[in-house]
């Protein structure tokens, strides 16, 4: 009896022990999650803080669409472009693809949109901060900015109030340039970002994915030629319109789309 007294009490403690393992390698896990999370709010803070601090930013940028057909193939649209900014209140972007020669600019007060192809042309009375043109072009012309979220006074208060998820992903490299890889989950989209390491830690990557839609389509805006304060090519703001451009309300100017009509529901093959 007491022999196997023993044996039972051996077998018994084999399990605590085993069990007292898995629960600390459990309680590990737990905390390294909590631990990447915090780290990556906090280098996605940084990245924020570092934008907000800019008074002049000027970059290129590459950015692919990615839509799904109605025979559920997956098409990339490819476009490149530049832009500057001057904060409070001061933008000029211009986006070129295979359908589109787009030009914006905003003075702070009017927002001029050319497109160059089709020899088209809006303008919209907007005056206030470059935040306010981002929502008025969102809110009443249904016209939301790509990746607009980036260029915001907090981009950290724009991106994290619908987040239900934070992964830190460890390093990855954009351009040549190693940078911290975050992803982030929320209802409707997947996104991801890409920070550049060291000093300036500005967004070399950023993708979204909506969740909502047939096929998953996504958006990614590769960010490089980064320049900085007095780093800053100086920009007069102004928008040339060339003779004989008609003038159109903004949803009227077709290279303002960055899907072709030929891509749309009635044009779609």
Known sequence: MQRNSRKVTGTATKWISVLGVLAITGAGNISAGRADEAQAKS??????DYL???????FDYDSNLELVSTQQQKIGLASSGTLTLNRPDKLHATRTGGFANV??????????????NANLYAQIEA??????????????????VPAADLLMS????ELMPPVTDVKDLGSGVIHGLECDHLAFRTKEVDWQIWIAQGARPYPCRYV???????????YTLDIWAWKAGTEVASDRFTLEIPAGAKKLM???VPELNEI?????AKGAK
């Open 154 to 157: 907090d981009p950290y208060k």
């Open 260 to 264: 072709p009509a030929h891509f749309s």
């Open 250 to 252: 903004p949803g009227e």
């Open 52 to 58: 907000a601090a800019q008074k002049a930013i000027s």
């Open 208 to 218: 979204i994915t909506s969740k909502k839609v047939t096929g998953w389509p996504q």
């Open 43 to 48: 280098l996605l803070r940084a990245m924020s």
């Open 103 to 116: 030009e914006m600019v905003f003075d702070g007060k009017t927002l001029t949109l050319l497109g160059k």
């Open 127 to 144: 005056p206030g901060t470059i935040d306010q043109l981002v929502d008025v072009l969102r809110d009443k012309y249904h016209r939301p």
